[in-house]
T-cell receptor, first 118, second 113 residues
Framework: EAEVAQSPRYKITEKSQAVAFWCDPI?????LYWYRQILGQGPELLVQ????????DSQLPKDRFSAERLKGVDSTLKIQPAELGDSAMYLC????????????????FGPGTRLTVT | SQKIEQNSEALNIQEGKTATLTCNYT??????LQWYRQDPGRGPVFLLL?????KEKRKERLKVTFDTTLKQSLFHITASQPADSATYLC????????????FGKGTMLLVSP
């Protein structure tokens, strides 16, 4: 069964350092999401791509976070500089194209990257 | 502001009983609602989707209801098993635009033998 791949699974970094996460969605899924999940909370959307275009980044702290999906397939999320408050699980998910109307598809999540900032 | 409420306390039940989890929302008019299961240290896994014009959906031992008047969804697991122990998240979908979901905090379910 196809799965969303993420790497690394765990990352420990010092504050003020740069860190990057990679995600490879399920083949054929045009929509890709990056979420942040703090322990005890639900996932919070950071950025959503439709193919290579960002369609929602309203909750992305753009002064330190950036995301790209250059060829509309895999994606990278970067944090620079990392802060102590960035410690969390970073989840990537993908879904079939949904467009602006019609049926909404479920999201398939990867295993996540657990980030610890010291 | 938009708010999604799920029971913050863990739900403890005995094996074989029916577990009922609640998702309430305010200041929101979702077009659909989804339920996910999340095990510790892993990503959420999709379980069920229900649209605003549907009252009930079933899948094997799972049942979800959606009452847009009460602004509430109930998630039921019948004949619960210890393997059902996990955190269950409800997520609301927008009426228009892209398929952005807003997740609740989740409720932990513990099923004892």
């Amino acid at each position: 069964e196809a799965e969303v791949a993420q790497s690394p699974r765990y990352k420990i970094t010092e504050k003020s350092q740069a860190v990057a996460f990679w995600c490879d969605p399920i083949s054929g899924h045009a929509t890709l999401y990056w979420y942040r999940q703090i322990l005890g909370q639900g996932p919070e959307l950071l950025v959503q791509f439709q193919d290579e275009s960002v369609v929602d980044d309203s909750q992305l702290p753009k002064d330190r976070f950036s995301a790209e999906r250059l060829k509309g397939v895999d994606s990278t999320l970067k944090i620079q500089p990392a802060e102590l408050g960035d410690s969390a699980m970073y989840l990537c998910a993908s879904s079939l194209v949904t467009g602006l109307a019609g049926f909404r598809y479920e999201q398939y999540f990867g295993p996540g990257t657990r980030l610890t900032v010291t | 502001s938009q708010k999604i409420e799920q029971n913050s306390e863990a739900l403890n039940i005995q094996e074989g009983k029916t577990a009922t989890l609640t998702c309430n929302y305010t200041n929101y008019s979702p077009a659909y609602l989804q339920w996910y299961r999340q095990d510790p240290g892993r990503g959420p896994v999709f379980l069920l989707l229900i649209r605003e014009n549907e009252k009930e959906k079933r899948k094997e031992r799972l049942k979800v209801t959606f009452d847009t008047t009460l602004k509430q969804s109930l998630f039921h697991i019948t004949a619960s098993q210890p393997a059902d122990s996990a955190t269950y998240l409800c997520a609301l979908g927008r009426r228009s635009g892209y398929s952005t979901l807003t997740f609740g905090k989740g409720t932990m379910l513990l099923v004892s033998p």
